[in-house]
């Protein structure tokens, strides 16, 4: 307001409240509002450089914690470098959180300077939650504002250096979409990315854990910045249940067979013996003999959550409910890498070939859908891909003609209950049965080396009938070729009890003296001949001759290699008479 010569103190106060009073309230109190908030943002900036670095670790370094040096030594080389961006990717409860929280308290002990910030990233609800928080704690400007981006707010803190050194633990990213999220049918534009708010500062480094190598891969900027962390080895294991025991360990082998028993996972081992402590008279062999009574006990203990405090509140402490959320993103992901999961889970857990799988692939995808072969390969190696990434399979090695693949016990255990959900166990244990039948060869000795590499995956197969009878018919092939090369390598016990079962199958599904019936007879009828029970293999022989040439014909070609097999058991008994009469029936036929 302009001075007035001469006007008088009270004249000059009186003229300046008719203005003030003449003009819009806003514009009264703008200079005021805008001088407070100039100077409150001085005084925050101020106090946000003074601030001591802090963390938001949200667990104390565990007292149990078993080392592994090699995986935190490639933690302390790549996120000494500036901008860095770090994963570690691995099966749900193998470790790679409480991996992530030893470092983040190394790091604050030998750089306390460096503030630490945990992010729980398993969704976008979850990200923005942790985001808001780190505004809280920072006390940034403008974050009590409803319409403030809260996110940006925090990305840009993050960005300015002045703020000092950071680093960021990304935890549980499992899914790349909310972080890089495609456009949705009738959506004019595409959702905001949450990767935008992952700035590469030259004074920050980001340390993602993540149960997908491709997702983990995709926010650290590629694959040579990934580290998968496996199951532990026996003397990590041995250490770590000799942490989580209250009582203590006995130097006998239990420990051992409980590690192996359990695939040497670190969630495992914690399950079980915190529900070893908790029955304070129970021992490891106790426990080991209640986990192999049955499959539904199994289930059960595996499904027994500990209540882990170290664990992130939201994720189950039970080994079966860990791995099934895998098992569900896979599925919503890509249902045919799913369907692959199923079909493995019933192989032996390990040396499942490759060629078997992708036969199975091209026969199941139905070739004529496609432009080639080629076309439904590159479909099988996409799902074993999207498998692998999720560090359900693992190739462990290759021959000069096919490769082999791996899956934990504990996985296919817990893939077969997660079937059990949605009653589809036997359907695959039918689709696994039938693919044997397709590829277990008859025991010739040109085809030994297809079935000693199959062998191993038949071996499961005894002790389990199917249900339904196309299988049970099926089953009894697998087991009748299976007992052949088991006869012809000379392991007559085990050709002995796998064919009887094979017979009692066949004899009940499809009758006495079907030819199939009477070619499992045959297999059985040779190993007790070659075992010295002449006078059973005798009877059987018999009976296939009867069988056959009521089925058959007398003059049938088949004929010729019964009455042959019978006169050879004949003579070995040294009934020489009867076995040449066999012959000459033989040469007359």
Known sequence: MPLTYGEGRERAFARLQREINARPIDERTAPLQHDITEEQGQTTSERQRSREPFS????????????????????????????????????????????????????????????????????????????????????????????????????????????????MILDNVDEVEPFFPSRQQGQKTAPAWLAAYLPQSRKGSILITSQSRDAAAKLAGGYHNVKEVLAMNESQGLQLLRNKLTSTLSADDTALELLRTLSHMPLAITQAAAYINRRSRRTIAEYLSEFRANEKRRESLLNWNAGDLRRNERVSNAVVTAWQISFEHILWEKRSAADLLSLMSFFNPQGIPELTLRRYNRTASGVGAFNSDGEADRMFDEDLDTLHAYSLVMSTRTTTDNKLWEVHVLVQFCTQVWLSSFSKPERWKGEFVELLAQEYPEGQSENWKQCEQLLPHVEPL????????????????????????????????????????????????????????????????????????????????????????????????????????????????????????????????
């Open 56 to 167: 938001t670790v949200p667990f104390a370094s565990d007292a149990d914690f078993v080392d592994q040096p090699e995986i935190l030594a490639w933690l302390r080389n790549k996120c000494a470098v500036p901008g860095a961006l770090a994963a570690l990717v691995g099966l749900s409860g193998v470790g790679k959180s409480q991996i992530a929280i030893e470092y983040a308290h190394h790091l604050r002990h030998a750089a306390p300077r460096t503030y630490v910030f945990w992010v729980h990233a398993s969704t976008q609800t979850r990200f923005n939650e942790a985001y808001r928080g780190l505004a809280d704690r920072l006390e940034l400007p403008g974050r009590l504002d409803p319409k403030a981006n809260v996110s940006r707010l925090v990305n840009n803190w993050l960005c300015d250096e002045a703020n000092g050194q950071w680093t």
């Open 462 to 589: 005894y002790d389990a009938e199917p249900v339904s009878e196309q299988s049970s018919k099926l089953w009894a092939q697998v087991l009748t070729n299976a007992a052949r090369y088991l006869w012809m390598r000379g392991s007559y016990e085990t050709a002995q009890a796998v064919v009887t079962k094979a017979v009692s199958a066949r004899e009940r599904v499809l009758g006495l003296s079907h030819h199939q019936t009477l070619a499992s007879l045959t297999v059985l009828a040779s190993v007790l001949k070659d075992q010295g029970k002449y006078e059973e293999a005798e009877r059987l022989h018999r009976r296939v001759l009867e069988g056959k040439e009521k089925e058959l014909g007398k003059h049938h070609p088949d004929m010729l290699t019964s009455i042959a097999a019978s006169a050879l058991t004949l003579q070995d008994q040294g009934r020489c008479d009867e076995a040449e009469k066999l012959h000459r029936r033989a040469l007359e036929s």
